[in-house]
Nanobody, 123 residues
């Protein structure tokens, strides 16, 4: 069982930066692939980024590639999403999720989800 709690969301102007954190409970955190997803108002939840258990491989949605960076610290049971050059279209609730299988952009592969943190980018 893994419990996930996101933090770091907020209001930022276009072009600004935010770093999201996702703290996990459970002794097996380091064995999980971790992902970030987001859901904008009136839209379906979409994949943002994922990282393997070791941090050795990462995977990004095209819309955030080059602007967002996912990382993890297994000693702190935490995964991060550094978001730079933010755009108004990045406004959404951001969720972290844990996947016990291989790295994936399919949300159905993920077993555990956090409650989400709101990111709002003003123009």
């Amino acid at each position: 069982q893994v419990q996930l709690v996101e933090s770091g969301g907020g209001l930022v102007q276009a072009g600004g930066s935010l770093r999201l954190s996702c703290a996990a409970s459970g002794r097996t955190f380091s064995s999980y692939t971790m992902g970030w997803f987001r859901q904008a108002p009136g839209k379906e939840r979409e994949f943002v980024a994922a990282i393997t258990w070791s941090g050795g491989s990462t995977y990004y949605a095209e819309s955030v590639k080059g602007r967002f960076t996912i990382s993890r610290d297994n000693a702190k049971n935490t995964v991060y999403l550094q978001m730079n050059s933010l755009k108004p279209e990045d406004t959404a609730v951001y969720y972290c999720a844990a996947d016990s299988t291989s790295i994936s952009d399919y949300e159905t592969h993920y077993d555990y989800w956090g409650q989400g943190t709101q990111v709002t980018v003003s123009s």
